[in-house]
């Protein structure tokens, strides 16, 4: 077996005593998914960006328009969601099949919060996927069987990375990762 045989999927460490973007994010929108401790570090975050509740609705709203652009207006039909936190109103999937129902979407986020919420939104949605999984590890992403499975990656895709840069350390090679992603695009 290989080593990631081996780790612990994001779900089964799930600690409610931590806080996690995904979740500060939410609570952001205003949501109702996120732990108090997610509210307590919202509130931190207030106290040097004020604005922040404001940004992540302008956040919200410019996904709106891409994903409702390269729907209608230029035919996209898959789309590989990075990082996308929590299904949440007017998320990719929404925004994608209101214009074509059988608009294939596939979410990626490492919160496990994310996953179980996810998956159960979506259970009955045919064209829609959530994938536990690192977007830091592009090779594991493309690899996946349920995103191999679900998403044509030889057709053209939207590739999403909405608010998740940021969030990983240069350290990390943010550049390298998304080379990566860019360099599987067909």
């Known amino acids: 077996m290989s080593d990631t045989a ?12 931590k806080p996690t973007v995904a979740r500060i994010y939410d ?10 401790v997610d509210r307590q570090v919202f509130e931190m975050i ?4 004020p604005y922040q509740g404001d940004v992540s609705k302008m956040n919200r709203r410019f ?12 035919g996209m039909d898959q789309y590989l969601d990075l990082g996308s936190g929590l299904p949440t109103v007017q998320n990719t999937h929404e925004v994608a099949q209101f214009s074509n129902p059988e608009a294939r979407v596939v979410y990626v986020d490492i919160d496990p919060i994310c996953n179980v919420h996810g998956r159960a939104l979506l ?5 829609t996927r959530f994938v536990e999984g690192d977007l830091t590890k592009p090779e594991t992403i493309l690899g996946h069987p349920e995103i191999t499975g679900h998403l044509d990656l030889d057709q053209p895709l939207v590739l999403m990375q909405i608010g998740t840069l940021h969030h990983v350390a240069d350290e990390e090679d943010p550049v390298g990762i998304m080379r990566a992603y860019i360099d599987a695009l067909p």
């Open 6 to 17: 081996h780790e612990i999927p994001p779900s089964a460490k799930l600690d409610p005593t």
């Open 27 to 36: 609570a952001s929108l205003g949501g109702k998914d996120h732990y108090e």
């Open 46 to 49: 207030k106290q040097v960006a």
């Open 63 to 74: 996904l709106v328009r891409v994903v409702r652009y390269l729907t209608e207006i230029a």
């Open 123 to 127: 259970e009955e949605n045919e064209f």
